[in-house]
């Protein structure tokens, strides 16, 4: 047999200079491998040198509250002081059918602060002896308020300020133009007539801190109750024509571009406020983790292995990605432009100039593929002007965990919706899980066992947590509703009242009648948390808003009729 011969290259000099210059001997060898392997095959394509672009931008200056066709007005809207989201979300904080004991403690006991510190106004014993002293809940009150949350109210009452019917008495006193008159109620008639200037700056200042605390939404509300969800319109004037942008479903909590489609019919009175600028910059390769190194002779990142991508044939998504990953990334170029935040831009020119000198207008991708092309990224619906949003909302923002929790749910085994209340604000301004809640009402309303031979009774249909509030349907038109109902309330002696909802989101003061298909099978969670966030003028705002997502399926309420039970159960 013929023996192998192994060839090993050896060298005795320590340097690794000659081995890294890499040289080739040779050279014709490895030009006829790179024309082998069509390496020398290339059209007469240059590279992107220098880009101009001519945008048009149009600012949104008009904002309307709820439905498209909705009665609400459209108001003026300015970008630069509030951003969107925070707009369409903001609610009161304080409800007029129900005090908030904590916020009103907290104000008045800053307002005591304030003025303490300047040694001004009236003493804290006489505050205390006014009318703006902290009352305790009422009977028909205290029956409503869980019992952590009066055991705090009572220790505030009667020691502190009730600092939201102290603001509300000075912006009466504002609106009139009568802040005079203030010195002649307790506790401010006790001031010296040196002092009330002073005073008046303080507790004005104080009223502005009270205003600000939170961002409280007027109405009319975006909220749909009927919907569980937002809905708004903004609009603005491009050069062909006021261009009107509707969310009809505003749920989630962001709000971005494709939250908007272009609606038709009459305009919101949007006001001009275009602006037309000619940019040029120099074009940036498009770069990205993992990429495929342009250089011969450079090292690639091996956290990120493309061959190990598995995709199937019908994989279309995945091989795209390597395909364009591993061939086609460094064909692409980024062209930076900033744009004004809360505008509509038109690009109305876009030329290239590559590396050989020529120039190049490069056209819309309708313009190219037509106006069915599959390429929809940032095309809003509807839109033949081309346009491109770029909405005023929010970045990071922090959230509290839910003050209201409301899981909206089909019950197969009793045929009916439900409406649970799973958390509610108490009125000590704090979440109250009233599951929890109902539990210790039971553990204090618990019956004796029964005894042995005890009799049966016969009932007509069992208890539900008071938690649980019915969705009945009824017919509205030609549309099945679900209708917000009540249960009676059991104690003992019989019926004590009505199982009525605490929280706000199923409002409790007015009829609510609920499309049926705002409860799926999947369910729905609705929740309303505390919001925090910093807009781009650097001002921080705060306020309550709403959330819809879907829900973990169907439940139980444990609702029987014609059922027999011992006396004592």
């Known amino acids: ?55 048009d931008t149009a600012a949104v200056t008009r904002y309307q509250p709820g439905p498209r066709s909705g009665p609400h007005p459209a108001s003026p809207y300015a970008v630069a002081g509030l951003a969107l989201e925070t707009l369409v979300e903001a609610e009161p904080v304080t409800d007029d059918s129900r005090p908030h004991w904590r916020l009103a403690a907290e104000s008045g006991r800053h307002l005591l602060r304030l003025l303490e510190t300047a040694r001004l106004g009236p003493t804290r014993a006489q505050w205390l002896a006014s009318t703006y002293v902290l009352t305790a809940p009422t009977a028909e009150q205290a029956k409503q308020i869980d019992a952590a949350s009066l055991s705090f109210i009572r220790v505030l009452s009667g020691r502190s300020i009730d ?6 008495r000075l912006r009466a006193l504002q609106a009139g133009n009568t802040l005079a008159e203030l010195f002649r109620e307790a506790p401010f008639d006790q001031v010296s007539e040196v002092e009330r200037p002073k005073v008046l700056s303080q507790v004005t200042a104080w009223l502005t801190w009270l205003d600000g605390l939170f961002q409280q939404g007027t109405a009319p509300s975006a909220w749909i109750p009927e919907r569980m969800e937002y809905a708004l319109s903004v609009s603005a004037k491009t050069t062909s024509s006021e261009v009107v942008l509707t969310a009809p479903e505003y749920l989630d909590g962001r709000l971005d571009w494709f939250s908007f489609t272009t609606s038709s019919g009459t305009g919101l009175g949007a006001t001009e406020s275009r602006t037309s600028v000619t940019e040029a910059f120099l074009p940036a390769p498009v770069s990205f983790r993992g990429m495929p190194s342009a250089r011969l002779w450079e090292f690639e990142d091996g956290a990120v292995n493309f061959a190990s991508i598995q995709a199937a044939p019908q994989d279309l998504a995945r091989l795209l990605l390597v395909k364009f990953a591993l061939e086609y990334s460094n064909d692409w170029f980024l062209l930076p432009l900033e744009l004004p935040v809360g505008t509509l831009s038109q ?34 619906t509807n839109d033949t002007q081309k346009l491109f949003f770029l909405p005023p909302v929010l970045g990071p923002m922090l959230e509290s ?104 989101l199923l409002e409790p003061n007015r009829e609510l009648l609920l499309f049926e298909e705002e409860v799926p099978r999947e369910g729905a969670r609705v929740t309303r948390t505390y919001q925090y966030a910093r807009w781009i003028d650097g001002t921080t705002h705060l306020w309550i808003g709403r959330r819809k997502n879907p829900g973990r399926g169907e439940g139980s309420s444990g609702l029987q009729f014609d059922s027999i039970q011992s006396s004592g159960g």
């Open 1 to 55: 047999m013929p023996s192998r011969i192994r060839l090993d290259l050896s060298t005795h000099n320590p340097d690794l200079q000659d081995g890294l210059q890499a040289r080739i001997h040779d050279p014709l060898w490895m030009l006829g491998r790179q024309w082998q392997f069509g390496e020398f095959n290339g059209a007469d394509a240059g590279s992107p040198a220098a880009a101009q672009v001519i945008v």
């Open 163 to 168: 600092g939201l019917r102290f603001a509300a």
């Open 347 to 380: 690009i109305r020119a876009l030329v290239v100039t590559n590396t050989f000198g020529e120039r190049f207008l490069i056209s819309h991708t309708t313009d190219v593929d037509g106006p069915t092309t599959p390429w929809r990224m940032f095309s809003l």
């Open 401 to 504: 965990r839910p003050v209201e929790d409301l899981s909206l749910l089909r019950d197969e085994m009793a045929n009916v919706a439900w409406a649970v209340e799973r958390v509610v604000e108490s009125a000590a301004g704090r979440p109250l899980d009233r599951h929890e809640a109902y539990q210790e009402t039971l553990a204090e309303q618990s019956p004796s066992p029964a005894a042995d031979g005890a009799p049966l009774i016969y009932r007509l249909g069992t208890t539900v947590p008071d938690y649980w509030i019915p969705l009945l349907p009824v017919k509205d038109g030609t549309t099945l509703r679900l209708k917000r109902g009540v249960l009676p309330a059991f104690g003992e002696g019989g019926i004590q009242g009505l199982q009525l909802p605490k929280g706000r």
